[in-house]
């Protein structure tokens, strides 16, 4: 999340439509592309926001969770399409991980991407904590 700016409500959820959500950000965001086997494999670029920005509106129902390794991280799929549109990372568990592929298009100005080394996730954390901040106030 980047803070600076007017903040504006970005929608979107699921490809089936099942799961839709909101969140208050400002236009520009700064997105995370991250290394680990599962975000590799979804493709799962995201932004971290604090969960109180978080308004899910519909499908909690139609939504089901995976977890695996520290089972820190809670993978959120709809059930009937598979779309992961959120999630809570592993590095911000207080948080919400959005798929920016996932946000409706309009809301969103600029997107900055940021690598994460999700490979060496306990090295590079050590090394770049700042990533916390995305999901506080």
Same mark, same amino acid.
């Given at each position: 999340?980047?803070?600076?700016?007017?903040?504006?409500?970005?929608?979107?959820?699921?490809?089936?439509?099942?799961?839709?959500?909101?969140?208050?950000?400002?236009?520009?965001?700064?997105?995370?592309?991250?290394?680990?086997?599962?975000?590799?494999?979804?493709?799962?670029?995201?932004?971290?926001?604090?969960?109180? $920005?978080?308004?899910?509106?519909?499908?909690?129902?139609?939504?089901?969770?995976?977890?695996?390794?520290?089972?820190?991280? $809670?993978?959120?799929?709809?059930?009937?399409?598979?779309?992961?549109?959120?999630?809570?990372?592993?590095?911000?568990?207080?948080?919400?991980?959005?798929?920016?592929?996932?946000?409706?298009?309009?809301?969103?100005?600029?997107?900055?991407?940021?690598?994460?080394?999700? $490979?060496?996730?306990?090295?590079?954390?050590?090394?770049?904590?700042?990533?916390?901040?995305?999901?506080?106030?």
């Amino acid at each position: 999340l980047n803070l600076p700016g007017p903040m504006v409500k970005h929608f979107g959820g699921c490809h089936c439509k099942a799961v839709r959500w909101y969140f208050e950000g400002p236009r520009e965001l700064d997105a995370w592309v991250c290394t680990c086997s599962i975000c590799v494999m979804k493709q799962n670029h995201h932004v971290i926001i604090p969960q109180s $920005k978080f308004v899910l509106l519909k499908g909690e129902d139609s939504i089901t969770t995976y977890t695996f390794n520290t089972h820190v991280a $809670k993978h959120k799929f709809c059930k009937k399409c598979g779309h992961q549109s959120f999630y809570n990372p592993r590095s911000n568990p207080d948080g919400v991980g959005v798929n920016i592929y996932s946000i409706d298009e309009g809301s969103v100005d600029k997107i900055n991407l940021k690598n994460c080394d999700g $490979k060496h996730w306990e090295e590079w954390m050590a090394a770049n904590s700042d990533i916390k901040k995305y999901s506080k106030l």
